[in-house]
């Protein structure tokens, strides 16, 4: 059964989400067509990028209202505090979400996850992982054993995330940044691009630099 999904934001994250789905599609990964993207405020360009890849826009976030029930909802914004509000408009609706895992990504055969994932193409996530809801793992990422990354997360291209670590809710991974062993960040908290986590952040709270402060 072919499954209708909609992409919510249709910036440069939400297309490169649609040639995610686009890629499983085409590597018998589940059958998805992607019926359209709807964005509250998309720009010129992002308009004239969609009719180049030839899916629609629909309209505004709330054209999911009326939207069928069977259709599934792919959040296709990369940063986390955006994505949780959309979570929470998008939940309103009751609608089912989609999970996007590239063909060529690694995920361990124990690792659990929540509706919405997304992971892009070189992720790589191995044993004992779990994943809350609408985490999105970007290109070439690593997250270790026995980790435990919350709801609306973001790992950035190239951020190795190492064992045993805690990414509470909506907290962003910078790219090239690392979380060394056993680190936590805390709830919507930002490490910054190639930061070193050797110690816990705090929510909330930017930290950049090596060691990251
Ligand atoms: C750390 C970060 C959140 C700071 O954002 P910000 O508060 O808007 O910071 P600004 O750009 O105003 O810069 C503030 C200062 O921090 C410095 N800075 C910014 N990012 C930095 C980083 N990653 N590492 C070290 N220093 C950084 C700036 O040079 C500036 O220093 P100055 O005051 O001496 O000139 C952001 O720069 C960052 O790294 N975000 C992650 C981005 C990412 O992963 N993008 C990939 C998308 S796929």
Not at 146 to 167: E, H, I, K, Q
Request: net charge neutral; with cysteine; glycine share 12%.
């Amino acid at each position: 059964m072919t499954v209708d999904v909609v992409i919510v934001g249709c910036g440069g994250h939400g297309r490169e989400v649609l040639t995610i789905v686009q890629a499983m599609t085409d590597a018998g990964r589940g059958a998805a067509r992607v019926r359209g993207f709807v964005d509250d405020r998309p720009s010129e360009r992002n308009l004239k990028l969609l009719q180049r890849a030839d899916v629609p826009y629909l309209g505004r976030v709330d054209w999911l209202r009326a939207a069928p029930v069977d259709t599934h909802v792919l959040i296709g914004v990369g940063h986390p505090i955006v994505r949780q509000e959309l979570g929470r408009r998008i939940d309103a609706h009751g609608l089912p979400a989609f999970s996007a895992v590239h063909p060529d990504a690694t995920v361990g055969p124990d690792v659990v996850h929540g509706e919405g994932l997304v992971v892009f193409a070189g992720a790589r996530v191995t044993t004992n992982v779990t994943l809350g809801r609408h985490v999105h793992l970007n290109q070439n990422c690593t997250v270790g054993h026995d980790t435990v990354v919350g709801d609306f997360v973001s790992v950035n291209p190239l951020a190795a995330v190492s064992g045993d670590c805690r990414l509470e809710t909506a907290a962003l991974v910078g790219t090239c940044a690392s979380v060394l062993q056993g680190r936590q960040v805390g709830a919507g908290a930002t490490v910054g691009a190639s930061a070193c986590v050797v110690h816990d952040v705090p929510p909330g709270v930017v930290v950049k630099g090596v060691p990251a402060r």
